[in-house]
C-alpha cells in the first residue's frame, strides 16, 4: 500500500486534495489512481466525485489495471461488479489470483446470464471444477452454458486442461485415473483423532460437522448474500484461519482436492492427509513439498487410513529418513507387512525402548524382542 493512499485510508489529506482525487485529477500511475477512487466511492463527501470518474474512466486502462500484480481485491470486485457488461474486465479480474476465490465463485453462482459465457472464457474459472460447479447451479445459467461448464469440468477431472500439471501429478492421474473418475462425487470428509487427542484439525472439524456438502448444495440466494464482497471478513485469528481452510477444502470436488494435494501447503496437507478418500490422501505423498518434518509427522499419525502408512512406508524417498523408519514401527496403525521389514534397520537403543510399548502388534513386538537379544548376545561376544 502506497503512503498516499495510507492517508487517504485515514482521512488525513487536505480536503483539496480529497476532492482533487475523487475527480480523477492527482499525477499519479492509474493504478494508484483507480485505487484511490475505489476506496473514495463510499466517502460521505467526495463519493459522487469518485463514483463519476470511476465511470467515466477509459476502459483499456480499467483492464491494463485489472491485470496488473499490484490490483487489490477490492479494486478487482469493484470492477467485476461494475463493469459486468463488458467482457475484457470481466476477463482481466476474474483471472488475477488477487481476487479471491471465495469472491469468484459467489460471483459465478449469481451473475446475470451474459456474464457467465465470459467467466467460461477464463483460464483460471475452467480450470477449477469448484468454480465451474458454482456456474452449473446459477439460476440465470441456460442449458447450453451448463453444458459447456459441464465440459470443462469433464477436463478439470482429467487434467487435460492442465498444462502446467507437474511429472508427478501427471503420472499420479495416468495410474489412478479411473478411480478418480468413479470417486469425483465424494464429499470431503477425514479421519479423526480420538476425542481425548489434541488435536486442533479434529475438534474443529467435528465443530463443522463434517462431512460438508460441496457448494452445489448451498442455495443460490445464500450464494449470492456474499457476492463481490459482501461477507465481512473473518477475524485474522489462527482458528478462523484453519476453519475456512477446512470449509474451503470441503467445497471441493475429488479432482481440486488431488491437485491442491500436490501443489498446496503444508497445513493443506495436513488436512488432506486425513482425507478419507484414498486417492486424495494418497495424492499427498507425491507432493513433491513434503520435506522430512512432515514426513516423520505424517509417519506417526494415528488418524490416518492403513493404505497411506503403507504407502509411506513403501516410498524409498520417506524410508530415507530413520526418523520416519521409527516413527513407522511404532505407530499401531501401520500394518504387520509394512512395519515388520523396517524392524531390522532400527538401532539397537530404539529397539530397547520399542520393547516397553505396549500398542504395537505382538507379532511386531516378539520380532523387536529376538532381534534385541540377539544383538546382545553377539555385543557380548
Known sequence: MSTLLEKFREGTVPRNVLHAAARGELALPPGEMLEILVLLRTH?????????????WDQDSVVTVCCSKEASPDLLRYFLASRSHAPDVVKAAAGNINLPEETLRHVAASSPMHMLGTLLDVKRVRASGLLLRSIMINPHATDDLRMMAERWLSRS???????????EERGYRDEFGEEIAREEGTLFDMELASPDEKDEISDLARSMKLPLGPARQATPEKLATAALGGAKPQPAKREHEKQNLLQRIAEMSVGDRIKLAMRGERDERLILIRDRCRVVALAVLESPKINETEMESIAGMTNVQEQVLRGVAGKRRFIRNYNVIRALVNNPRVPIEASLPLVPHLLTVDLKSLIKNKNVSDTVHKAVINLFQKRMERAKS
Not at 467526495?46 to 463514483?51: D, I
Not at 477431472?157 to 511429472?167: C, H, P
Open 157 to 167: 477431472i482429467s487434467g487435460d486442461d492442465d498444462a502446467d500439471m507437474s511429472e
Open 44 to 56: 460521505a463527501e467526495a463519493g459522487g466525485e469518485a463514483q463519476r470518474a470511476l465511470a467515466d
